[in-house]
């Protein structure tokens, strides 16, 4: 096994601070700092950075510090501490970005939709806060619409998951012949295949209704575009791996 390296060991106490506290305070700690949309009542300027720390239960917080200490740590190793945190939370970042950009796709066509039927537009404020709505809207507008539109203002985003896409995109660069062993079937893939497989089923699964549970997809995909273009850029003008040693 591996030696854990000081910014991956610090990301996985973080995550487990924040695990903890979760279960111990409950939703005050997903009010407070899971990624809410920015229109909503709830948001906080912090969330887009905290909501990286917060998970949504035991399996979905070990498979993601699993995936960080397993492809992260090599990462580190080679790039140093300050390169890889950066890498890390601008691929974050890059994945609620793409997130909140569907989200507000979905709640403006909700909202053209409502106010071309003749409500107002604190009529339909109201609705995204409340939910109520005469069901001749319901019918004209569309339940599915209105129910995807809804959950986009009212739920939360949470987890490491699209940063952790973003570091898997990174090993496939870094170490595109390494074999990495799939869960089902039990067979070794190379990184450079197995990554872009990831990443197209979460395109199939974001863009169907297959996809197993409230799953981010798009944040997956916007983590892993954002790792690409930073991995892209780095390769094309030489980066200078000294300018981040402090």
């Given at each position: 096994?591996?030696?854990?390296?000081?910014t991956?060991?610090h990301?996985?106490?973080?995550?487990?601070?924040?695990?903890?506290?979760?279960l111990?305070?409950?939703?005050?700690?997903?009010?407070?700092?899971?990624?809410?949309?920015?229109?909503?009542?709830?948001?906080?300027?912090?969330?887009?950075?905290?909501?990286?720390?917060?998970?949504?239960?035991?399996?979905?917080?070990?498979?993601?510090m699993?995936?960080?200490?397993?492809?992260?740590?090599?990462?580190?190793?080679?790039?140093g501490?300050?390169?890889?945190?950066?890498?890390?939370?601008?691929?974050?970042?890059?994945?609620?970005?793409?997130?909140?950009?569907l989200?507000?796709?979905?709640?403006?066509?909700?909202?053209?939709?409502?106010?071309?039927e003749?409500l107002?537009?604190?009529?339909?404020?109201?609705?995204?806060?409340?939910?109520?709505?005469?069901?001749?809207y319901i019918n004209?507008?569309?339940?599915?619409?209105?129910?995807?539109?809804l959950?986009?203002f009212?739920?939360?985003?949470?987890?490491?998951?699209?940063?952790?896409?973003?570091?898997?995109?990174?090993?496939?660069?870094?170490?595109?012949?390494a074999?990495?062993?799939l869960?089902?079937?039990?067979?070794?893939v190379?990184?450079?295949y197995?990554?872009?497989?990831?990443?197209?089923?979460?395109?199939?699964?974001?863009?169907?209704?297959?996809?197993?549970?409230?799953?981010?997809?798009?944040a997956?995909?916007?983590?892993a575009?954002?790792?690409?273009?930073?991995?892209?850029?780095w390769?094309k003008?030489?980066?200078?791996?000294?300018?981040?040693?402090?």
């Open positions: 096994m591996r030696n854990i390296t000081d991956v060991k990301l996985l106490i973080i995550n487990v601070i924040f695990f903890i506290a979760s111990s305070l409950g939703e005050l700690v997903y009010d407070l700092f899971a990624l809410h949309y920015p229109s909503n009542d709830k948001f906080q300027y912090w969330q887009p950075l905290t909501h990286m720390f917060m998970h949504g239960d035991l399996g979905h917080i070990f498979f993601n699993f995936g960080l200490y397993m492809f992260g740590t090599p990462i580190e190793q080679m790039w501490k300050n390169k890889f945190i950066f890498f890390y939370l601008s691929t974050g970042f890059g994945a609620a970005a793409l997130q909140l950009l989200y507000n796709y979905q709640i403006n066509n909700i909202y053209s939709s409502l106010i071309s003749g107002t537009q604190n009529d339909v404020k109201s609705f995204f806060k409340s939910g109520d709505l005469s069901f001749s004209s507008v569309g339940r599915d619409n209105l129910i995807s539109a959950s986009a009212n739920g939360v985003m949470v987890g490491a998951s699209g940063a952790l896409y973003g570091v898997l995109v990174a090993f496939a660069f870094l170490f595109p012949d074999r990495l062993m869960l089902f079937p039990p067979i070794p190379k990184a450079k197995l990554v872009p497989i990831l990443i197209l089923s979460d395109l199939f699964f974001g863009f169907t209704s297959y996809s197993i549970g409230p799953i981010a997809h798009f997956h995909v916007g983590g575009i954002t790792g690409l273009l930073m991995m892209w850029y390769k003008n030489q980066f200078d791996n000294n300018r981040w040693d402090l």
